[in-house]
């Protein structure tokens, strides 16, 4: 059974870089044919895709965020991060990690259990 | 970018009501990656539906997709207790990307 754990600061100051880990359990992140994505939901609003890393480390971001965004893997760790800089309120939210899997039409089909992140000074 | 329009955005209902969700794509989506998630407070989504109608694994069969093009709707037989929650629909497009509808609350009448 896949397991995706986020980690992270859960406050950040306004104008720096927001860090986030996700950590895979029980399963290679190389294994199969996967994307590992970062979605993000501020409270009581409804849900953003933020990006996403194939195995081969290749990205894709969503345009309204990809001047400041990053997203990279740690094959040693069975890791992958977000780097979001440059953060302002807007930012604050609930930031999941997720597993698409093109098995059933790249639907979202392990979650983290999402973290919180507020920024504020 | 293709924007999922979801109606309406609460829905009250009773336990053993039928509820029938709505999305709507600007423009056609293919239905091979139309999905439904319900997420309930303090989780993370649930997938429910892939390919438009495919039923996730585990789902119970009250719950059932249906649609193609620009027009989708996920129906619940009968409401129970615990499927009082938010759905959202998601697509997944050529570019690579995925986007989700603003999503309808199922609450308690």
């Known amino acids: 059974q896949v397991q995706l754990q986020e980690s992270g600061p859960g406050l950040v100051k306004p104008s720096q870089t927001l860090s986030l880990t996700c950590t895979v359990s029980?399963?290679?992140?190389?294994?199969?044919?996967?994307?590992w994505n970062w979605i993000r939901q501020p409270a009581g609003k409804g849900l953003e895709w933020i990006g996403r890393l194939y195995t081969s480390g290749s990205t894709i971001y969503n345009p309204s965020l990809e001047s400041r965004l990053t997203i990279s893997v740690d094959t040693s760790k069975n890791q992958f991060s977000l780097k979001l800089k440059s953060v302002t309120a807007a930012d604050t939210a609930m930031y999941y990690c997720?597993?698409?899997?093109?098995?059933?039409?790249?639907?979202?089909?392990?979650w983290g259990q999402g973290t919180l992140v507020t920024v504020s000074s | 970018e293709i924007v999922l329009t979801q109606s309406p955005g609460t829905l009250s209902l009773s336990p053993g009501e039928r509820a029938t969700l709505s999305c709507r794509a600007s423009q056609s989506v293919s239905s091979t990656y139309l999905a439904w998630y319900q997420q309930k407070p303090g989780q993370a989504p649930r997938l429910l539906i892939y390919?438009?109608?495919s039923r996730a694994t585990g789902i119970p069969d009250r719950f059932s997709g249906s649609g193609s093009g620009t027009d989708f709707t996920l129906t619940i037989g009968r409401l129970e207790p615990e499927d009082f929650a938010v759905y959202f629909c998601q697509q997944y497009d050529r570019s690579s990307t995925w986007t989700f509808g603003q999503g309808t609350k199922v609450e308690i009448k």
């Open positions: 390919g438009a109608s």
């Open positions: 029980g399963g290679s992140i190389y294994s199969g044919s996967y994307y």
């Open positions: 997720a597993r698409a899997s093109w098995n059933d039409g790249w639907v979202f089909d392990y």
